[in-house]
Nanobody
């Protein structure tokens, strides 16, 4: 079992920044690829970003087109934490943000965006962006 706890959400104005954190406990954090998803009221949960397990000295990252260039995903395995730095926030970024852990050794880009393939989920943190 892996327990995930998100933090860092809040109410901000358009153009502001927030950094979300997701701390993991339970099993070896470095063995999991990590993803961020979000769900706005009345909408389905959607992919935001993903960071792979370490591959050599590199991590592979992927972003939804809607956040590319504004959001950055990173991880600190020593702290068992994955981050989502969100800059230039827009009202359409308003949602509950969830982190998730994927135990698969490899995924292609499309699989990495599928929420159902992730094994563990946090409880979510609300991000509200006012115009």
């Amino acid at each position: 079992q892996v327990q995930l706890v998100e933090s860092g959400g809040g109410l901000v104005q358009a153009g502001d920044s927030l950094r979300l954190s997701c701390e993991a406990s339970g099993r070896t954090f470095s063995n999991y690829a990590m993803g961020w998803f979000r769900q706005a009221p009345g909408k389905e949960r959607e992919f935001v970003a993903r960071i792979s397990r370490r591959s050599g000295i590199a991590y592979y990252v992927d972003y939804a087109d809607s956040v590319k260039g504004r959001f950055t995903i990173s991880r600190d395995n020593a702290k068992n934490t994955v981050y989502l730095q969100m800059n230039s926030l827009k009202p359409e970024d308003t949602a509950v943000y969830y982190c998730a852990a994927d135990s698969a050794i490899t995924r292609n880009v499309y699989q990495g965006r599928v929420a159902a393939l992730y094994d563990y989920w946090g409880q979510g943190t609300q991000v509200t962006v006012s115009s």
